[in-house]
């Protein structure tokens, strides 16, 4: 049935339904397939060319799954979820600095966009320099004040480094400035009970 939907009303949405089942069903062949159609057919639609990298990666093939990123960016060249690719990709292969360096891109063409600095931190945060995660974290805070998300970013590094009287401190303004958010004044009760660990 999906395949026959697909056929009459193609979308990446419906794609996405038929390649998740033809994994599933281990026909990875049929997936490239599909894949290498929608491609040609769809040209300048990136967002086949993130899905055939994924699909490369999961059969573990990293060189296949970078050249579909490489085309991506050569279609949009800021396309933060292809340069996320990439630097999964080189994490992959151990190269954490290579992957910062893709993070950063993604960062300065996106500077609102908090996934790339969320994958950022959190490669900061396990290395040497984790230090160096809670003044990113604060600016990214500082520029989004309005957005619950970037709070809870901010405080999750906090409560991640154990800076116990930092935390407290912007909890309470938090708070303050999100009154509507009955989890943060959980996180802040909680706080005079026990310290803990976040992942971001």
């Given amino acids: 049935r999906l395949e026959s939907l697909t056929s009459d ?30 491609i040609a057919d769809k040209k300048g639609e990136i967002g086949y060319r993130l899905l055939a990298a994924m699909l490369e990666v999961q059969l573990q ?41 893709w993070y950063d891109k993604a ?15 959190k490669l900061i945060l396990a290395s040497d320099r984790a230090e160096q995660a809670a003044p990113l974290a604060a600016h990214f805070y500082q520029e989004n004040q309005d957005q619950i998300v970037a709070a809870r970013l901010y405080l999750s590094v906090l409560q991640r480094l154990r800076l116990k009287e930092e935390l407290k401190k912007k909890l309470a303004t ?27």
Avoid: C, W
């Avoid at 990123?69 to 800021?78: G, H, M, S, T, Y």
């Avoid at 690719?85 to 910062?100: D, H, P, R, S, T």
């Fill in 174 to 200: 938090i708070v303050k400035n999100h009154p509507d958010e009955p989890s943060l004044k959980l996180q802040q009760a909680n706080i005079h009970f026990a310290d803990g660990e976040t992942e971001i």
């Fill in 107 to 121: 960062i300065s063409v996106a500077p609102d966009d908090i996934r790339p600095l969320q994958a950022k931190i």
């Fill in 9 to 38: 009303e193609a979308s990446i949405q419906t794609d996405t339904l038929l390649l998740r089942a033809y994994m599933q069903a281990q026909q990875p062949d049929k997936a490239r397939t599909l894949l290498k159609r929608r």
């Fill in 61 to 101: 093939q990293p060189q296949a799954a970078e050249q579909y990123l490489q085309a991506a960016l050569d279609d949009d060249p800021n396309s933060v979820l292809a340069m996320m690719g990439m630097a999964y990709l080189a994490l992959q292969q151990q190269g954490a600095a290579i992957a910062e360096e």
